[in-house]
């Protein structure tokens, strides 16, 4: 489909082109650009293709530049028993986030979060109360989730001023039963040595 006056217009505006530009592209001068914008003058047949052309190169840059600029989503499926479910339910309910998805994404990046700062801390040489500081302020912006929870409690944090969930009901996801198992650990570990 060939475009009108006016979709050449359009585009040259959109995409900062001058008509003395699309005269080059076209090996024309601008007052014939000009004619055959401005006035009756048909645009020649070719040359109307060379522009549509031009037109949908614009158009492929502009949608690579917006694909390469939009974050890559993926997906992950949790299979988890319908008692599990339910936990996750109710600690989701006792926090703020707005859907079971958000509270499960700001749970996964916690512990991610917490597995970060522990490996640090540990590089570090750092002691076990000094790790936990470390991690308690490495966790500011996700719940932080404590398997032997009884029911939630709030709290503000210095990045945030809204109140967030530190210990959602016993719905705690699998990932911080191990990290405290796996912390436990590590803890022995050091009292051993």
Known sequence: MQPSKDEIKAWLKRFGRSREWLAEQCDKSKNTVNNWLSTNIEIPAATLHLISRLMEDDQRAETERVDAAAPKLSHV?????????????????????????????????????????????????????????????????????????????????????RMRSERPAAGTPPVHRQRKRMLEGLSSEESSK
């Open 77 to 161: 499926v949790l299979r988890i028993t319908t008692d599990e479910l339910n936990e996750w339910s109710r600690a989701f309910k006792a926090s703020n986030a707005s859907t079971l998805e958000d509270w499960a994404l700001e749970a996964i990046r916690g512990a991610y979060s917490e597995d970060q700062a522990q490996k640090q801390s540990l590089k570090k040489g750092l002691s076990e109360k000094e790790a936990q500081t470390v991690l308690n302020q490495g966790a500011a912006q996700a719940p932080v989730v404590d398997a032997d929870a009884k029911g939630p409690s709030t709290a503000t944090t210095p990045h945030s001023n």
